[in-house]
């Protein structure tokens, strides 16, 4: 059952990304604070395309799963109005299978511990029936904004 979903204009006030940078097109709450599904569509218009022959860059496969992770903020502070999520770390980053052009990335966030302004996600990439791209553990920092 999806909470809550955060299309262009709520993600813009979720995270700080714009175009071309913004790599995430939906977001989906199923669990606030817990477990976010995003979903970017790629396009052989876009940027990177021409760069490595319609081939998704893994790096930016990682910074989209980042970026998704910004949906769990809404559910684990007492508000995200002036909240600022800080991307820290990748580890245990393991790189599968590639996406291209006109694939459906899904990506998907777990919270795995959330201490002190700290948050420690898994994420999984994959594109089709469950293909994996990659996978990762996330580290964020929140803050209130000034």
Request: charged content about 20%; some cysteine; hydrophobic content about 45%.
């Amino acid at each position: 059952m999806i909470h809550k979903s955060y299309e262009t204009a709520e993600i813009h006030a979720l995270i700080a990304h714009r175009f071309p940078m913004l790599l995430v097109d939906r977001i989906d709450v199923l669990e606030p604070g817990q477990h976010v599904i995003g979903v970017k569509t790629l396009s052989a218009s876009e940027w990177w395309a021409e760069a490595v022959d319609g081939a998704f860059p893994f790096a930016l496969v990682i910074e989209a799963l980042a970026q998704t992770s910004g949906g769990l903020i809404d559910g684990l502070t007492d508000s995200a109005d002036g909240t600022v999520a800080y991307f820290m770390a990748a580890n245990r980053v393991r790189f599968r299978n590639t996406a291209y052009a006109g694939d459906r990335l899904t990506l998907d966030i777990t919270l795995r511990q959330w201490r002190r302004g700290v948050c420690r996600t898994r994420g999984v990439a994959s594109v089709g029936s469950g293909s994996i791209v990659a996978t990762a553990e996330l580290v964020t920092i929140v803050r209130a904004s000034a």
